[in-house]
């Protein structure tokens, strides 16, 4: 069942994290190899850093190529929405990628500590397969990605991810761990979005 739960998780978080990739590339008007690149970094970014970091090749992707087939169907559809609607709501983007990373986060977290990594190393790898597919995703398209700017994006992440290590440390089922720190790595994002909250910025100011 924590399999099936599992996979069921990445599929979806694939699929919003592809999905952000798409509404990113057309926006930019993108032609469809530029959209299915898009929508593959974002989607699959992150768990192949963390993968490879971790020393667990051939990457998932590589193995299992239904992550190929989702990007794929994921980007058609998704581009075939976008031209009947004409225009996607601004506040998308953002909602979407929440989701996403409150997904991954915590599959990183979870694959990490089932490979026998510590703890500390379990939220670094979390933040890793959270963030990296987004950062690439907003790289290729010249913007700056979420977690360099003020938005409380990566400390979203590290949270989530450090509620599933204590979770799991606290023996918790694997299954109630798990949506427990998806949901606390959710509420912070989907709460900054909404109330506009952002970490301190720190500048020089001084004149040469």
Not at 157 to 176: D, H, K
Not at 180 to 206: E, K, N, Q
Request: hydrophobic share 55%; net charge neutral; glycine share 10%.
């Amino acid at each position: 069942m924590l399999e099936n739960f599992i996979y069921i998780s990445d599929m979806i978080g694939l699929i919003v994290f592809a999905i952000s990739g798409v509404l990113v590339a057309t926006r930019l008007r993108m032609d469809p190899f530029g959209i299915a690149v898009l929508a593959g970094v974002t989607g699959i970014g992150g768990g192949t850093l963390r993968d490879m970091m971790m020393g667990a090749t051939p990457v998932f992707w590589i193995i299992d190529n239904t992550y190929i087939y989702v990007i794929l169907i994921t980007a058609a559809v998704s581009v075939f929405w976008l031209h009947r609607i004409q225009r996607f709501p601004v506040y998308l983007l953002p909602i979407l990628d929440a989701f996403g990373l409150a997904i991954f986060t915590i599959i990183g977290a979870q694959k990490s500590l089932a490979f026998g990594f510590s703890g500390p190393v379990a939220i670094v790898m979390g933040c890793v397969t959270g963030v990296v597919g987004g950062m690439i995703r907003d790289l290729l398209s010249g913007q700056i990605p979420f977690v360099l700017q003020k938005e409380i994006y990566a400390t979203a992440s590290i949270l989530g991810a450090t509620l599933y290590v204590i979770c799991n440390y606290l023996e918790f089922g694997a299954i109630s761990a798990m949506l427990i720190a998806m949901l606390g790595t959710l509420s912070l994002r989907l709460s900054a979005i909404y109330w506009h909250l952002s970490l301190p910025v720190f500048s020089d100011d001084r004149e040469a």
